[in-house]
DNA sequence: TCCTTGTGTGGTTGACCACTCACATAGAAG
DNA sequence: CTTCTATGTGAGTGGTCAACCACACAAGGA
């Protein structure tokens, strides 16, 4: 299947870029273990082998995508930091709040975020990551926002019953149940 | 090893429940897709040809185990709100949340709630599992409890974050940041 | 023009996976 | 003893996976 177009050559850190921003939608679905690294290969339009070309093993994809997720998060913190900027804690934890459910209405970066967790238990690159991750994202809501170690606390908390509720779709039962678990989360 | 009981009760649902028993501990690690027949098979000490005697696939073999879970769960829950029974909904709730963290001071248990939640989301019959024993969990807590929905919605706020900091060994890590999310967390 | 370097793929490999089947063995009943 | 049934396994099957390798092609410089 010749090309007769001709062919548009990109530079290696571009298509790691792309790769890396097309395998969260395929590491979403089903995590770590899940997926194949032919899906990551097939949602960056790219062969499997290079792939492996780009990255030099699953694991480390894997990583780098996890880190990759943690920087948009926290990039979304700062600017709501920034929205809200001198507010009280409270306010400025609101507006954070806020800004994670409008990143996260797209649900694939919270799944990722979900299925790091689950790889975290085994594998010590992903848990380095996560650890990492979650270390950054704390000490930077502490510090934006003022607020005491019991409202940072509650802001995590509060972040993982969100993924809670969407990993098995409460959203879309419509029970005392998950009213009683999604009462006051936002999403859009 | 006569059983005098009426013998219709065959070995082989004594052997499902040991399977289910110790599938937990294989499942923990790894989850649903990172874990495979025979390492279940192993860990039950029977053949891996034996497991698909007793479940008719991977998937149920996983839901079962899952759902076991969740009934230990909530039996803990149960014998911790009759310990209490009466007092205030935060005495119970209190009582609740620490007979759960003696539950889960055996990590694997609460593992399995994690990988559950990682399958639920491309596993339609995992992520019916899972709503079920939220739904039950939830509502046994609500109303054992008496308290309103935000405390309901607090106590599994909690427990989630219980989940996070398990899964990435934060509770190895001394830092801040570790310390403002396990901040008031029992463990045992 | 040739040579070198970087981008990209087809084809393969060996290990491992979920799942199956023919068969073994033990105990109870006749 | 024979037969029947339930428990249990060894030895596969077809398929899929992560990872590898030989090779093709594109672009730029001399």
Chains 1, 2 share one sequence.
Not at 9 to 23: D, G, K, Q
Not at 62 to 86: I, N, Y
Not at 126 to 137: I, M, N
């Amino acid at each position: 299947m010749k090309n007769e177009r001709p062919r548009r050559l990109s530079t290696a850190e571009e298509r790691r870029e792309t790769v890396l921003r097309t395998a969260i939608g395929a590491f979403a679905a089903r995590g770590y273990w899940g997926t194949t690294t032919t899906e990551v290969a097939k949602a960056a339009g790219i062969s499997q082998a290079y792939v492996y070309r780009l990255f030099p093993s699953k694991e480390l994809l894997f990583t780098a995508v996890v880190e990759h997720c943690f920087v948009q998060v926290r990039a979304a913190l700062e600017s709501a930091a920034a929205g809200a900027g001198g507010g009280s804690p409270e306010a400025v934890l609101e507006g954070m709040g806020d800004a994670y459910a409008r990143l996260i209405s797209d649900n694939d970066l919270m799944l990722i975020q979900l299925h790091a967790q689950a790889a975290a238990v085994s594998e010590p690159a992903v848990r380095e990551a996560v650890r990492q991750g979650y270390a950054r994202l704390v000490e930077y809501v502490r510090g934006a926002s003022g607020g005491t170690d019991e409202q940072v606390q509650e802001f995590f908390a509060r972040g993982m019953l969100c993924h809670l509720i969407v990993s098995m779709g409460a959203d879309e039962v419509d029970a005392p149940w998950t009213r009683t678990l999604a009462a006051g989360i936002r999403h859009y």
